[in-house]
């Protein structure tokens, strides 16, 4: 159990496109995502929190009107980055739990973004 | 603010030894402690979750203790084997502050 997807698992776009991230919990309901960004031999930073229905919280330093956060259902979550830059090229992985901060969180595989 | 350290940052040993990774954390209030590895390229697996009420947790060869009050978690990987071979991050639940992880490496 506690399955967490991402799709795509890797893309490769041109600077100035936007690029969907999708994660979903595949067999629970998941009141709380969160999504993350890697840099290479760095470790997790945390992006924002998205709970459904509502609005993402971020992290200071992460802007809200490029790394668009949409949580509509208790299943899915997306992250879109808007108008990507070579800086966005990262790592970014998904986590889902159960409900707030203070459950076990379960991670996706991950989606290798590459800007040119 | 939390911060997270990870010693050592890379370790690399023969198969069949046993080892021990360490994570210090400077914020004592932190709620649940969580133990992650993560292949190359790949998401995080979770290994152990110690909530604040347990003082460690035990999955196999793994074992993972929790001390709030000096700020410390261990993990202990007994009898280490070449496909423990990975990066071992822990984190505090109370919004996962990661450490910068252990990279380890066993040879056959």
């Known amino acids: 159990g506690a399955v967490v997807s991402q799709h795509p698992s890797r893309v490769i776009c041109k600077s100035g496109t936007s690029v969907k991230i999708e994660c979903r919990s595949l067999d629970f309901q998941a009141t709380t995502m969160f999504w993350y960004r890697q840099f290479p031999k760095q470790s997790l930073m945390l992006m924002a929190t998205?709970?459904?229905?509502?609005?993402?919280?971020?992290e200071q330093g992460v802007e809200k009107d490029k790394f668009l956060i949409n949580h509509a259902s208790l299943t899915l979550s997306t992250l879109t980055v808007t108008s990507a830059h070579p800086e966005d090229s990262s790592f970014y992985i998904c986590?889902?739990?159960?409900?707030?901060?203070?459950?076990?969180?379960?991670f996706g595989p991950g989606t290798r973004l590459t800007v040119l | 603010k939390q911060e997270v350290t990870q010693i050592p940052a890379a370790l690399s040993v023969p198969e069949g030894e046993n080892l021990v990774l360490n994570c210090s954390f400077t914020?004592?209030?932190?709620?649940?402690l969580q133990w992650f590895r993560q292949d190359p390229g790949k998401g995080l697996t979770s290994l152990l979750l110690i909530q604040s009420s347990q003082r460690e947790q035990t999955s196999g060869r793994l074992n993972a203790s929790l001390d709030k009050s000096s700020g410390r978690s261990t993990l202990y990987i007994a009898a280490s084997q070449p496909g423990d071979s990975a990066t071992y991050l822990c984190?505090?639940?109370?919004?996962?502050?990661f450490g910068t992880g252990t990279r380890l490496q066993v040879f056959p």
């Open positions: 984190a505090g639940t109370d919004k996962l502050i």
């Open positions: 998205s709970n459904e229905g509502s609005k993402a919280t971020y």
């Open positions: 986590s889902a739990s159960l409900d707030s901060y203070y459950n076990e969180q379960f």
């Open positions: 914020d004592s209030a932190i709620y649940n």
